[in-house]
C-alpha cells in the first residue's frame, strides 16, 4: 500500500492522478489532498476519496467545513502541508508556480519521495534535487521520458538528449504576423489543455526552455548535449541519440495519466486501465527544427542554463509578469520574450542561499518587468 499525498488536487494534473487512485484504491492510501482554494472540487474530492488530511490555504466557510466526511482531518496551510508531507511516502506536487517551492524542500529535506510536476521548484532548487535524486521521480511526460530513457542507458555512450515540442498554435505562423496574436489564439493549444499561463508559455516555447533548466537540474545534463525538435504530433516525449548511431525514443499518447502512474508506481510498471491504443494510431511521426529566430525563448533559456543562480529565479517571475501584461493586452505577444531579456541584462541582486532568498529573487524579476515596460514597447 503506497501512502501518497496530492498537492494541487484541483489542477490538471492533480485531478488527473486521482483518476489513478480511483482505479487503483487498493493499492494506495490517500494520506493528503492540497488546493490554494477551498472550492467545490477539493470539497468534492474529499467526499470521494476520504483521505486523512484536507488542506487548503484560503479560510473555509463554515458550511463547507461541516459538509466535509467525518473521516477527514482539515488543516490550514503550512500546517496542514507538514502533515501531509510527513506521513506519506510519496507526494505528487503538482502545485503550479513559485508556490511549491517550499513544498519540494520539505518533502526532500524530510526524505520522501517526490513526484516531481512544479518546474520552478526544480529549476531553483536544483543543488537540493541533485543531492536528493534518488527520491526525484519526475511526472511532466518529458522528464518522465528522459527519466526512463536515461536509466537504461551508459552516459559515456550519449551523444545526443532531444527535448520534443508540439511547437504551439504559432509554429507556422510568420514571424511578422506574431504581433498581432491575440489572448484567445495563443490559449488555443494543439494538443494539451492546461492553465493560461503554461499554454502561453507553450506558444512562445519558454515552457520548453524551461524544461532544459528543469532536465539539467534533474539529470545534471550539459545544456549543449541537450536539443530541442518541434514534433507536433506530441506521441515522443523524449529521444536519446547513441554514439554507435542508434536513437531511442519514449513513446505514448498525450496523456499524462501514462507518466502519472509510472511516478506513483516506480519502480513497478501498472497496466494502464484507460483508453488503449494501438501502434497504428501512433503515426505519423514527424520532427523539425526550431525557428530559433522567431522561438528567441530557448536561446535565452540556454543562457540562463550555463549562467546558473539568481538568473533562474529572475527568469521565473520576469517571465509570469510579461505573460500576465499579454494576456491584459498591455503589451504583444511579441514583446513577451523581449522584456524578460531586458529584465535578465538589468539583474542587480546577488545569488540566493536560502528558499526564502529564492522567492524573493521570483519577486524582484517580477516586478522589474513594469520597471523596464517602457524600454521594450
Known amino acids: ?15 488527473q492522478a486521482l483518476d489513478v487512485v480511483r482505479v487503483y484504491r487498493q493499492d494506495i492510501e490517500l494520506v493528503g489532498l492540497v488546493a490554494r482554494r477551498a472550492s467545490d472540487r477539493l470539497l468534492n474530492q474529499a467526499r470521494e476519496f476520504k483521505p486523512k488530511y484536507v488542506v487548503s490555504y484560503q479560510e473555509p466557510a ?3 467545513l461541516e459538509s466535509l466526511p467525518k473521516e477527514c482531518v482539515y488543516l490550514k496551510g503550512e500546517e496542514g502541508l507538514l502533515a501531509v508531507v510527513e506521513e506519506s511516502e510519496r507526494v505528487l506536487n503538482a502545485i503550479s508556480g513559485i508556490g511549491g517551492l517550499l513544498p519540494t524542500f520539505l518533502v526532500l529535506s524530510r526524505n520522501k519521495i517526490l513526484l516531481a510536476s512544479n518546474k520552478e521548484s526544480v529549476v531553483c532548487l536544483e543543488g537540493l534535487i541533485r543531492e536528493k535524486s534518488e527520491n526525484v521521480v ?13 536509466s537504461m542507458t551508459d552516459r559515456k555512450e550519449i551523444k545526443k538528449v532531444y527535448l520534443t515540442a508540439s511547437g504551439g498554435p504559432f509554429k507556422d505562423t510568420p514571424i511578422e504576423e506574431l504581433s498581432k496574436v491575440k489572448p484567445a489564439q495563443a490559449l488555443n493549444h494543439p494538443t494539451w ?11 512562445t516555447l519558454m515552457n520548453k ?3 532544459l533548466l528543469e532536465a539539467k537540474a534533474l539529470f545534471g545534463l550539459d545544456p549543449d548535449l541537450m536539443e ?18 542508434s536513437f531511442l525514443f519514449q513513446v505514448s499518447p498525450p496523456d499524462m495519466k501514462i507518466p502519472i502512474m509510472n511516478a506513483i508506481f516506480y519502480p513497478e510498471r501498472r ?8 501502434l497504428f494510431e501512433l503515426s505519423p511521426i514527424v520532427f523539425e527544427r526550431v525557428d530559433r529566430q522567431k522561438f528567441r525563448a530557448l536561446s535565452l533559456c540556454e543562457w540562463v542554463a550555463r549562467m546558473g543562480g ?11 509578469r510579461a505573460v500576465e501584461l499579454f494576456l491584459e493586452e498591455r503589451i504583444s505577444f511579441d514583446k513577451i520574450i523581449p522584456l524578460v531579456e531586458e529584465v535578465l541584462s538589468a539583474v542587480s541582486i546577488r545569488d540566493p542561499e536560502t528558499v526564502e532568498e529564492i522567492i524573493q529573487a521570483v519577486k524582484w524579476g517580477y516586478s522589474k518587468v513594469d520597471e523596464v515596460l517602457g524600454r521594450v514597447l
Open 1 to 15: 500500500m503506497i501512502k501518497l499525498s496530492i498537492l494541487g488536487s484541483t489542477g490538471s494534473v492533480g485531478t
Open 62 to 64: 463554515k458550511d463547507w
Open 138 to 150: 519526475p511526472v511532466d511526460s518529458e522528464h518522465n521520458a528522459l527519466f526512463q530513457l536515461l
Open 193 to 203: 489543455q492546461m492553465g493560461q499561463k503554461i499554454t502561453v508559455d507553450s506558444a
Open 209 to 211: 526552455g524551461i524544461e
Open 228 to 245: 530541442v525538435v518541434i514534433h507536433p504530433q506530441s506521441l515522443v516525449h523524449g529521444a536519446i541519440k547513441l554514439k554507435d548511431g
Open 271 to 278: 497496466e494502464y486501465p484507460f483508453r488503449d491504443i494501438s
Open 310 to 320: 539568481v538568473y533562474v529565479p529572475v527568469l521565473l517571475g520576469a517571465d509570469e
